[in-house]
């Protein structure tokens, strides 16, 4: 059974189990950026504290996920990879073009051609995700 579980889709849980993943993944990256930044600081305690919360942020996250989208086997992992390839196509399509032109209209030239590259890269990205997608079908 790849994605949703049946019962789950529509639910305010699934809804909740979404919004808990998300916020469990930004956590943790941000925890493990704050971390980098404390040890290149001179603050390797702060740094310690940092990447240990990062890493039970990140522990959250994949159980989040894993109660929204098991994966059992190839019809799971496919299903993820789409998943992951209409992910890669709404960033690259919309968001980060959105997010170039504003930051263009504002006058932020460096961070719109930011937002550019990451698109263009996300591109990259979702072609490796359809290439394994192929060996999976």
Do not use: K
């Amino acid at each position: 059974m790849g994605g949703v579980i049946a019962a789950l889709a529509g639910s305010r849980t699934e809804a909740n189990l979404r919004r808990a993943f998300a916020s469990a993944t930004l956590a943790s990256r941000r925890y493990g950026a704050l971390s980098e930044q404390a040890e290149a600081a001179g603050y390797p305690r702060a740094a310690d504290v940092f990447r240990a919360c990062a890493e039970a942020r990140a522990v959250q996250a994949e159980g989040h996920l894993s109660r929204l989208e098991p994966c059992d086997g190839t019809n799971g992992t496919a299903y993820n990879v789409r998943l992951a390839i209409m992910g890669q196509a709404h960033a690259c399509d919309d968001a980060y073009p959105a997010m170039a032109r504003t930051a263009r209209n504002e006058g932020f030239f460096d961070i719109a051609d930011w937002f550019e590259v990451r698109a263009e890269a996300g591109r990259s990205v979702a072609g490796r995700f359809r290439r394994v997608l192929e060996t999976l079908l």
